[in-house]
Each structure stands twice: as structure tokens, then as C-alpha cells.
């Protein structure tokens, strides 16, 4: 049995410039347990539970030109995360059975201020609620044979509930009516037309249950053509999915007051115009696919191999809930603008919402398709000089259709969705040195190199307020860092027996990455940049004290960048930079029995 608790707190890093405190500031807490239990000498189960609950201030995004977070709306995020697992293996007479049984429970709040301003233009609370289950079954064979097998099953299930409650406040409202007042200086004939609210509610529930199915299969011949150490792989998956989103949406509070200019002998007249709309209703999709796998390896010696493989891979297809709030704010401007009497000649360029052509279905708003992929690998491992030095390295070469990428929606207050971007490919490698100088000293270096680009994608970009075509064939996909290194080295002491301190453990790393796109026009990149780490322990029985130091040279570097419309369709960049240098300690007590 082993227990672990863990408490970590700290003030943040960035400053809100309208509340005067720390936007980042976060507390961390949990807990694991493990249970192992040898049953018979061929049977054993294993148990384990983990909590997690996270409170903190989150999305400390910033203007690009600024030095600091503005915005008046509160931003934070709760999470419980409750995860669990039951392991059970038998080992049989040249075979095992191994079962895998998992559950989660997930449950948060999201606050943000959807305009990062300190204008009250957006806001939104998104509670949500997930419970997702697995199972697999696997039984292979255990013996030294030429053939060497694995069958398996593999079911989930996983149900989220998502309420996000938007509000669109009285910056926001006031934007509506901005062309009305212009109106009324410009005409004195002109209607008086005001909004019956100062703040728009558009509250949304979203049930999301998936569940699917999987059987799988793989074969390997050892020895294959009589040669010693050359094998043979062949796997086959097949794999079924069912989405589905019930979705309950609607506008609070939409709706004019209309005052009429009226003749000084007549009395005022006030009509109150409610235009409020409603949306409920269901849509589901399912695929199947069949997944399969063949790999070539030869391993002449215990320490050493190459291997070739081709797979087949796939990402499952979903419903965006947040585009329901671009959806539902564009359904309530053509209700507002419905209700306006014929009579009055609105001005050019009125934000009616849709646009020219044909409008896509429902739908298709909400839905993204499977992503599917080729990749082809070649790689290999060699240890030397009795394991001391060992190289780890791979080629890779993917394709896929329909690759999934995130994006903003209009004016970048509706959220993040994500969407299929026709071709693209990826092709790299993959570097991994380690080296032990002495039994308690290790250096270590990992690099990666990643060349990932559209190689077929045709989309449209708002203009101001129309779709303009664009042809992104060729550019380098968003937040896929060309160049990823680690560089490091440990050293552990371990004292005498009997001494205040069992051991010190050091440690030394660094990090780099980039190029990284930030946006799929390739316009704007986060060049290569690298963090240094390092941290000592002190061990005790089952104490740990480790002090630590992240960023310690204090690297100036942006973490995330998006650019979102106002409502007037002015362009704005925000940026979410790095953590500055960050001190700390932690202390660890962990049960072992």
C-alpha cells in the first residue's frame, strides 16, 4: 500500500491592472492511494484512487502592446477530479488475462471575462459536470514461441454535462444601438429606439454522452525467414463511436422599446418590441474504423534494435457547444432586426448576423468529422559500454485528412471550437542520449524536430464583416513547435547509514522550444526560446524536502497568443507570456507498506 497527500499554493505572477492583484494566483491540493495484493501466485489486482482540486485565477491574457492584465470581469477556474482504477492480471499456463477498469469524475467552473477589457462587453460562467468509464480486456500469450498473440476488448462511456451561461453586458448592448442613436441625431423624425435591458442573458445546457466499442487484434512472428531476431507485426483495430449533444439554449431579456415621434396634440406612445429566441434539440453521429498496423523489427543482440511500422490512426468527430453562442447572438440580432417596422431605413453595414449565400445547417456549425492518419517510422535503440550510454532515435512521416486545429470564433468572444482543415503532413525526427558517468550521475538530451504543414487548406477569414477565400496550402500549422530540447543531468549522494539525511538528489535541466505559429496565416511566431530548471532534495525515511527553481534566468517569452474582433470589428492581439523566474519548496510525506 502507498498514500501520498500533496498542498501547493502560490500568489501568482501576473497583475490585474483594474483590480490592483495577482489574476494567477492558484491552490493545489490532493491526494493518492495504492493498493497492490498478490491474490494466488497467479493472480494480483491493483487498486488505486487519486483526488485533485485546483482553485485559481486563470486566463491572464493581455493586450500585446500592454505590460499588464486589464479587465474588471472576474476569471478563475474550480476543479475536482476524482480518478480511480482496478487492474486485475492471471497469469495462466503460456497466457494472461489482463483486466483494466477505469472511472473519472470531473467537476468545474470556469469564470471569464470573454472581452479582456475593462469594459463590460462579455462574460461567462461555465459549469461542468463529467462522468466517463473504461474497460478493457486484453489476453496474450507468454511464452518464448515463433508466434506471439494479444486479442482484446475495449468499451467507454462518457457523460458531460456543460452549462455556460453567457451575458452580454451593457458595453456590449450599447454597441447595438449605437447605429439607432446615430439615426435618431442625423433624422429628428426618427423612432427613439432603445433596448428594453441594459444586460442580455444567454444561459445553455449541453448533454454530451459518447460511447463506443473496440476489438483489436495483433500477431507476431519471431524469427521470421529463419534469421535471429527479425519479427514480424501485424495488428488490426476496429473501432465504432457514437456522439451525441442535446442542446437547450436561449436569449433573456432581448427586446425594443420603440417611441415614435409624435405630433405635439397627441399623447407619447411607448411600444415594447421582446424578441427573445429559443433553440432545443438533438444531433448525433457515428463512425466506425478499422485501424490497422505492420512493423518490421530486427533485434540482433539484448541491446539493440531497429524497427519499421505504418499505422493507421484516428481522432473522433464531435459537437462545438460553445459556437452555440455565436449562433444564438447572431439568431437575436435577425429578431431584433425583424421587429424594427418597415418604415425605418436601417443604415449600410448593420449587423443583422449571417451573411450572403446559402446558410450552412446547424449542423454543420456544430460538427467536426474524424481526423484520420498515415504515419510511417523508422527507429531504432542501442546501449553501450554495459548500458551506461544509450541512444534512442526515430524518423517519422505522417499524413492526415481532416486534421482537427483549434480556432477562435468571430470576434473572438464566442469561444474556442474545434474544426477540420483538409491535408496536412508532418515529418521529423527524433533524438534520445543518455549517458551514466557513474552510477549515481546521469546526463541526458532529448531533441525534436517537427516539419508540420496544411497541405491542403481552403478556408475563409472575416474582412470586417464579410468572408473573405484564403488558401493556407502550404503554411506551417499553428502551435506545433518546430524544434523541442531538453538538455540535463542528475546527481544523487547518498550518505551514510544512520546519518540526519538518507540522500540528496540534484537535478539540472533545460528546456527549449520553438518556432511556434500562432495563427495559421503564419503571420505571427514565438521564436526559440529556452528555460532553465534545477532543484535539490533532501530524503529522509518517507519525508522529501526538495527546493526548486523554474525559469531561473527569468526567459521573456509568450506562452499563448489569439487575436479577437471587438464588436466593431476592430482587430486586437492578446498574449498570455510565460511565467517569470519562480522559487519554491515542496515537502512530501509518503506511506509505503
Given amino acids: ?50 483526488y485533485d482540486y485546483v482553485s485559481q485565477g486563470a486566463f491572464p491574457y493581455m493586450h500585446e502592446d500592454s505590460t499588464a492584465v486589464n479587465f474588471n470581469e472576474p476569471s478563475s477556474y474550480d476543479r475536482h477530479l476524482f480518478t480511480n482504477g482496478l487492474s ?12 483494466t477498469t477505469g472511472y473519472q469524475l470531473l467537476k468545474d467552473h470556469m469564470k471569464m471575462d470573454q472581452d479582456y477589457t475593462p469594459l463590460s462587453v462579455f462574460s461567462i460562467r461555465q459549469q461542468q459536470k463529467e462522468h466517463s468509464f473504461s474497460q478493457e480486456i486484453t489476453v496474450k500469450s507468454e511464452n518464448r514461441s515463433k508466434y506471439n498473440w494479444v486479442v482484446g476488448a475495449f468499451v467507454f462511456s462518457d457523460n458531460r454535462l456543460v452549462n455556460t451561461p453567457v451575458t452580454i453586458k451593457k458595453d456590449g448592448t450599447s454597441f447595438f444601438l449605437a447605429p439607432f442613436k446615430a439615426m ?53 483495430r476496429l473501432d465504432y463511436e457514437h456522439s451525441k449533444i442535446d442542446y437547450f439554449t436561449e436569449t433573456q431579456g432581448v427586446g425594443m422599446n420603440i417611441k415614435p415621434k409624435m405630433p405635439p396634440h397627441l399623447p407619447p406612445v411607448s411600444i415594447d418590441v421582446p424578441a427573445d429566441t429559443t433553440m432545443r434539440g438533438n444531433l448525433s453521429q457515428s463512425h466506425w474504423e478499422v485501424l490497422p498496423k505492420l512493423a518490421l523489427k530486427y533485434q540482433p543482440m539484448e541491446t539493440a534494435f531497429t524497427y519499421i511500422s505504418a499505422s493507421k490512426g484516428y481522432k473522433s468527430g464531435g459537437y462545438n457547444e460553445q459556437a452555440f453562442s455565436q449562433i444564438l447572438r447572431d439568431a437575436m440580432l435577425v429578431q431584433i432586426m425583424n421587429k424594427i417596422p418597415k418604415n425605418i431605413q436601417l443604415p449600410e453595414g448593420m449587423p443583422i448576423g449571417g451573411g450572403s449565400g446559402i446558410a450552412p445547417t446547424l449542423e454543420e456549425q456544430l460538427s467536426y468529422t474524424p481526423e484520420h ?174 527546493l526548486w527553481g523554474k525559469n531561473i534566468f527569468d526567459k521573456k517569452y509568450n506562452s499563448f497568443y489569439f ?15 510565460g511565467y517569470p523566474v519562480r522559487l519554491g519548496a515542496t515537502l512530501r510525506y509518503t506511506i509505503n507498506r
Avoid at 32 to 45: C, D, G, N, Q, Y
Avoid at 91 to 96: H, I, T
Avoid at 508 to 528: L, R
Wanted: charged share 20%.
Fill in 88 to 99: 486485475l492480471r492471471y497469469l495462466g499456463n503460456g497466457f494472461s488475462v489482463n483486466s
Fill in 563 to 577: 487575436k479577437a474582433s471587438d464588436m466593431a470589428g476592430k482587430e486586437n492581439a492578446f498574449v498570455q507570456q
Fill in 1 to 50: 500500500m502507498s498514500v501520498a497527500a500533496y498542498y501547493q499554493k502560490d500568489d501568482g505572477y501576473f497583475l490585474n491592472k483594474y483590480t490592483g492583484k495577482n489574476v494567477d494566483a492558484s491552490d493545489n491540493a490532493g491526494g493518492k492511494v495504492k493498493l497492490e495484493w498478490e491474490i494466488t501466485p497467479s493472480f494480483r489486482a491493483m487498486l488505486f484512487a487519486h
Fill in 373 to 546: 492518419s498515415w504515419t510511417y517510422e523508422l527507429g531504432g535503440r542501442c546501449e553501450m559500454f554495459e548500458r551506461r550510454l544509450s541512444l534512442t532515435f526515430a524518423l517519422f512521416y505522417t499524413h492526415v485528412n481532416n486534421i482537427q486545429i483549434i480556432q477562435l470564433l468571430d470576434q473572438g468572444t464566442s469561444g474556442r471550437i474545434v474544426t477540420n482543415a483538409g491535408k496536412s503532413s508532418s515529418k521529423g525526427v527524433e533524438l534520445s542520449l543518455r549517458y551514466n558517468p557513474t552510477k549515481n550521475f546521469t546526463l541526458f538530451t532529448e531533441y525534436g524536430f517537427a516539419d508540420a504543414h496544411f497541405a491542403n487548406y481552403l478556408t475563409t477569414k472575416k474582412e470586417g464583416r464579410k468572408d473573405v477565400k484564403v488558401d493556407y496550402s502550404g503554411n506551417y500549422i499553428p502551435f506545433a513547435p518546430q524544434h523541442t530540447l531538453s538538455i540535463g543531468a542528475s546527481y544523487v549522494y547518498n550518505f551514510k547509514y544512520g546519518s540526519f539525511i538518507n540522500r540528496l538528489i540534484a537535478n539540472m535541466q533545460y528546456t527549449g522550444a520553438g518556432k511556434i505559429y500562432w495563427t495559421e496565416d503564419n503571420s505571427v511566431y514565438q521564436p526559440f526560446y529556452g528555460l532553465t530548471n534545477a532543484s535539490i532534495t533532501a530524503e529522509k525515511g518517507s519525508f522529501a524536502l526538495e
Fill in 184 to 236: 435618431e441625431q442625423a433624422n429628428p423624425k426618427m423612432p427613439s429606439i432603445s433596448l428594453l435591458n441594459d444586460e442580455i442573458e444567454m444561459p445553455g445546457e449541453y448533454k454530451k454522452p459518447t460511447w463506443g466499442i473496440a476489438l483489436f487484434h495483433q500477431s507476431s512472428l519471431n524469427d521470421l525467414f529463419a534469421v535471429k531476431g527479425l519479427s514480424a507485426t501485424f495488428g488490426l
